[in-house]
Nanobody, 118 residues
């Protein structure tokens, strides 16, 4: 069982930055693929960025060049650095951990709100 706890959300001005953290307990995060998802008001949840257990990363087109996903295996934590934030980035951001062994193991955090507004 893995518990994921997101933090770092809040109110940010347009053009500003924020760093989200996803801290894991109960398992060793380095074996997992980690994704950051978000769900804006009235929208479906969408994948923002993903980092594999081999540290390869990929991004949604809407955040490429602005967001960076990284992992610190020693701290069992994954980060999402968000720069040049726009009002349309406003959403609840969720961390997802996936491990594929004998079956797929899938865990979600509770989410953290990011609001981009002046």
């Amino acid at each position: 069982q893995v518990e994921l706890v997101e933090s770092g959300g809040g109110l940010v001005q347009p053009g500003g930055s924020a760093r989200l953290s996803c801290a894991a307990s109960g398992s060793i995060l380095r074996f997992y693929h980690i994704g950051w998802y978000r769900q804006g008001p009235g929208k479906q949840r969408e994948l923002v960025a993903v980092i594999t257990n081999g540290a390869s990363s990929n991004y949604a087109d809407s955040v490429k060049g602005r967001f960076t996903i990284s992992r610190d295996n020693a701290k069992n934590t994954v980060y999402l650095q968000m720069n040049s934030l726009k009002p349309e980035d406003t959403a609840v951001y969720y961390c997802n951990a996936v491990l594929i062994r004998d079956r797929r193991y899938d865990y979600w955090g509770q989410g953290t709100q990011v609001t981009v507004s002046s």
